[in-house]
């Protein structure tokens, strides 16, 4: 066991799959000597070999593309694109090509790839260095979408991503690498050592996909969210009072309805929350599945609280954000419907 | 919209638009392609630099001579029993492709591609190749599956979409896979697996493998990133694959001047990338095998890279769905000054003392009785629209390895 912050946890997933599996290689733009912008395949180069984690051409669709192609081959590769911005180019490859193999070939060929990304906005990083573009890929049939919120899932999820044998888009909430932002960004930055999930094996061990985490335990009102929002979520059970439950979904496709209907059918309120754009966003979809599944247990209308339908600005982060203010208000309203 | 110039001293811009030569009502005449002589491109070693395979991209490299004999130091000296097969495997395409057009027509599938004129780029290689190499082809190397022994029942079933069809009626007629014949599943997304064939490749190397990859594309999808970021990747990991383009002048309707190819060579682009680049008269059976086991050497040798422009002609129309004398001369087949890759290898073997007319008209009745017998059996199993196809329980399945619940419960939706 060590104290890992979430980029620790990443790279000690990948050492492991790199020591326990020989058809696992990284590429991706800087990952190889340079050990990647964000540092999550530092020394992986220098430990495995050049052939196990290498540097590729800025061409975000020739990366998914070879990855594609070595994955129909047998390997197990595990792409970095260097921010989720970044993946529009690789959107063709994804959708027409990863996610359809298995089917289109009737099981004959597979495209078993991992694709990393860090997403989502805190960091100033303007429109082109904040966007959460997970909806793109949870209304693609054939592939996964996995988004950790904490170091130990971090590494227990991505190990089950490239342990896989679907296609798995695996995107990091790059706010929260080094430390649990609740969203108060005029307070000073905790550090993950301080969080309980910071504690992570060094060895081998999986979080199952599919799966949600209950962040915290409450009976009047359920927020459902993932990533950075989810330490958001509990900042805003915090400044209300509320007892809330928090459910941290992990996996988005394919979701844990379960774990939903269970959570709902208790409190009969539900909030729910993302950093991406409202309209269409994922939340969307997961307003459906409460009211599908759940309707006859809500005493109050589905509240969503999301990125505003705008580009992600860059001097406007605090406003547009959607912090601990606007799931707290969200909340007073599931409250009072 | 005004047309006057903003600037009236500087010289007006106009915007290019490229035109074929010829369309609808005009004659033919490709007297503005060098036809070189056999023999006339000389071979380099496989370990060359890719600024010396100029002439050999611009040019056209050719064996089959008009005596049918074959000529310099191309001539890849195949055995008469690897051509008389080449040939059957041509002229078995020829029929099945036949086959299954008048199947569409009858009402029996939605939708077919013939490949006629452009058989020996598919056969030829196939040739070249290990069977154990990978291929990742478009719709018209189906002669690569008529090679490597694929079942042809298969081939019409899938094109049937019926109850036997291997891809349980999930794809479009002639987007074929076979993994088990390293035939890459074909999709309609055009160029993208052309960039996966270079992943294949680079898989291969990085397990110490000695299995290379193929890969096809047409002019016109020369033009979709895909090529051009295949082309990066496989020059800077110098993955043993060979990237061919069928330049079979026509992109539905669009000539092959659309797609950039009037400018340059579409052979040349490999050079700009440092990847030596063959031309080859794609109708030429020996040049074609030739250049291709060129490539090949050049792969298993670890020196990367190869690419080849096969230089031919689209003799039908794109699809079925297509009518090609609303756009090009409907003789432009006949005007072709590379002849028919049928013809000249039957001629070539003539021309050896090794087959005869007879002969050729003997197989020609034998394949035609086969290939009618084999459409005769696939029926059997079903044509579209006829009922008998996989079992509608099928269509929920293969999209995850395991179903999701949300799937599941789609499939119960339906009743299934």
Redesign the interface.
Known sequence: MATMNMIQALNSAMDVMLTKNPDV?IFGEDVGYFGGVFRATDGLQKKHGV?RCFD??I?E??IV???????????K?VIEIQFADYIY?AY??IV??AA???????????APITLRSPYGGGIFGGQTHSQSPEALFTHV??I?TVIPSNPYDAKGLLISAIE???PVMFFEPKRIYNGPFDGHHDRPVQPWSKHKASEVPDGYYQVPL?KAAIAREGNDLTIIAYGTMVHVALAAVEDTGIDAEVLDLRTL???D?ESIKASVEKTGRCVIVHEATRTSGYGAELTALVQEHCFYHLEAPIERVAGWDTPYPHAFEWQYFPGPGRVAAAMRRAMEG | MSTAPIRPNKPQLKLHIPEPKHRPGDKPDFSHIKVPKPGEVAKPDINVNAKDTHDAAYSFIRVLGDDNKAHGSWDPKVDVETLKRGLKHMVTVRHYDARMFAAQRQGKTSFYMKCTGEEAIAVAQSAALDPEDMCFPTYRQQGLLISRGYPMLDMMCQVYSNERDPLKGRQLPIMYSSKKHGFFSIAGNLAMHYSQAVGWAMASAFKGDDRICAAWIGDGSTAEGDFHTALTFAAVYKAPVILNVVNNQWAISSYQGIAGGDESTFAARGIGYGIPALRVDGNDFLAVYAVTKWAADRARANLGPTMIEHFTYRVEGHSTSDDPSRYRPTDEAKAWPFGDPVDRLKKHLIALGKWSEKEHTEMETTIAEEVRATQKEAETYGTLGSGKMASVKTMFEDVYKEMPWHIRRQRQEMGV
């Open positions: 290689l052939t590729s051409p061409g669709s020739g593309a070879t990855a594609i192609g070595m994955a129909a081959y047998g390997l590769p180019p063709d490859q027409s090509a359809r193999l298995r089917y289109r070939s009737a099981g004959d060929f597979t049939c054939g996964k896989d044998e679907d599919g496709i394919p979701v309805i």
